[in-house]
């Protein structure tokens, strides 16, 4: 009896981890399915002052088209830049700063939406 009670208590773990291992198993691929698409950068600079501030965070999704006046963060050259679509550019917000960029040689990442201020 104390032996036959024992495997069950074994079996029994061992059911338990199991169904644990099969649940995150499953948490982590429903996580990495939904924000697959999504990556956060934070604003380094003032080009797009007022609207971000050096040290805001964005969330950066891929979209299938994007349209005047989004906001995008592209790489341009190899450098990653945030910048409003305006027209066949991409300028920033603040009109002291003169970087333009143009749409056609720039590889967009995302549409950015604002997630935190400093």
Do not use: H
């Amino acid at each position: 009896m104390i032996g036959s009670r024992r495997q069950e208590e074994i079996r029994s773990i061992g059911i338990n981890v199991a169904r644990t291992i099969l649940a995150i198993i499953v948490m982590f691929t429903f996580i990495t399915t939904s924000y697959a698409q999504s990556v956060y950068y934070i604003v380094s600079g003032n080009s797009m002052s007022p609207t971000y501030k050096d040290g805001d965070i964005v969330k950066v999704e891929k979209q299938d088209s994007y349209k005047d006046g989004d906001v995008v963060v592209a790489d341009v050259g190899g450098e990653k830049v945030i910048k409003r679509i305006n027209g066949d550019v991409l300028e920033g917000d603040n009109k002291g700063n003169t970087a333009r960029y143009n749409l056609n040689t720039a590889d967009i990442l995302g549409r950015a939406e604002y997630i935190r201020m400093t």
